[in-house]
């Protein structure tokens, strides 16, 4: 048998009854990362939306599914996240413009535009805006966000407990 042997039977999409149906809604990790990067890419939907305040962090929900939300926030240089966690929720954060470093208790990223992370249940985190130009970033949480508890960063040596910069040096309690 040759590859000329090796033809199909007309055309798959001909078939419908053997395709998998469309979600309506995304339901697994791939397909939420998904959902970010069509937003993202969308900048018309988010873009007129967004706010700088310098008192507070802006966040505005940008949509609610079956079981998910879609949160849109903008960081001006300094503003930052306590270290938290999301309790029950999963997610995905993309950063849409500018630059955001994410801690956690074991390192640091740095998150420049079109940057993504996914974060299970229970991660333990705080995002900040260290650089000089604002920031946009998109959140998708599944299930919906209910709880985000804040953790109190244990300091280890003289120069974190000025500066709070080196990662290593939060811990979760």
Known sequence: MNDSDLKIAGDILEV???L???REHPVTVAEFVGLARAIAADRFQWEPLVRYDATTRWYHRLRTGQGYEVWL???VPGQGSALHDHGRSCGVLTVLEGTLTERTPTGR???C???QRVFAPGCVHQVVNDALE???SLHVYYPVLTEMATHTPRLRGAHAAVSGDSPEDLVSR
């Open 113 to 115: 535009t079109g940057a």
């Open 134 to 136: 604002p920031a946009v």
């Open 109 to 111: 990223r740095v998150l």
């Open 16 to 18: 419908p009854h053997l």
């Open 20 to 22: 998998k149906p469309p």
């Open 73 to 75: 926030l903008s960081w």
